[in-house]
Antibody, heavy 117, light 106 residues
């Protein structure tokens, strides 16, 4: 059974940093494309970043140069390093895996990041 | 970046109704269009990929169509569990942008 479990969210001050983790089971993160999607409170879905099986990475313009996606194949875990946090980064962050036609077929339960002083 | 525009933003309907949600891309995306359903407090769920392919386990009353720039999601006979928010997403090129969502309510 495919499972994605995020952790690492919490309350952080503006300008701070966090590392989100996503532990995968039932498949290998290195064999799929893996992605992060976020959702601000009461708002829609926003695509954040992707890492492909070959290692290529891409980011939304709003997070480029502040966020870094990576994976640890030995731990079968996906990460999102978030720096220079701003109030508008406050959101639930979902880890997800890619499916056919680059759709997103499996999602974690999400982890809440709150940026506030 | 490719912009995705959904309409309507909200929709009121009744059990048994047939409803259609549209999604328009700002440039041609072939069939790289996906549809998701999200219920409050839950992660999104993939319904349709590649514009018209039904994800495993999704009921056949849900269907998708379109290619190029114009796409539709149709629910042929609304059931109580279908009341949720629906999002389209293009996976043609990064950033893989979402539409703003359609809130389907009773």
């Amino acid at each position: 059974e495919v499972q994605l479990v995020e952790s690492g969210g919490g309350l952080v001050q503006p300008g701070g940093s966090l590392r989100l983790s996503c532990a995968a089971s039932g498949f290998t993160v290195s064999g799929n494309f893996m992605t992060w999607v976020r959702q601000a409170p009461g708002k829609g879905l926003e695509w954040v970043s992707v890492i492909y099986s070959g290692g290529s990475t891409y980011y939304a313009d709003s997070v480029r140069d502040r966020f870094t996606i990576s994976r640890d194949n030995s731990k079968n875990t996906l990460y999102l390093e978030i720096n220079s946090l701003r109030a508008d980064d406050t959101a639930v962050y979902y880890c997800a895996s890619g499916g056919t036609f680059s759709s997103i077929d499996y999602w974690g339960q999400g982890t809440l990041v709150t940026v506030s002083s | 970046d490719i912009q995705m525009t959904q309409s309507p933003s909200s929709l009121s309907a009744s059990v048994g109704d047939r409803v259609t949600i549209t999604c328009r891309a700002s440039q041609r995306i072939s069939s790289y269009l996906n549809w998701y359903q999200q219920k409050p407090g839950k992660a999104p769920k993939l319904l349709i990929y590649a514009a018209s392919s039904l994800q495993s386990g999704v009921p056949s009353r849900i269907s998708g169509s379109g290619s190029g720039t114009d796409f539709t999601l149709t629910i042929s006979s609304l059931q109580p569990e279908d009341f949720a928010t629906y999002y389209c997403q293009q996976s043609f090129s990064t950033p893989y942008t979402f539409g703003q969502g359609t809130n389907l309510e009773i």
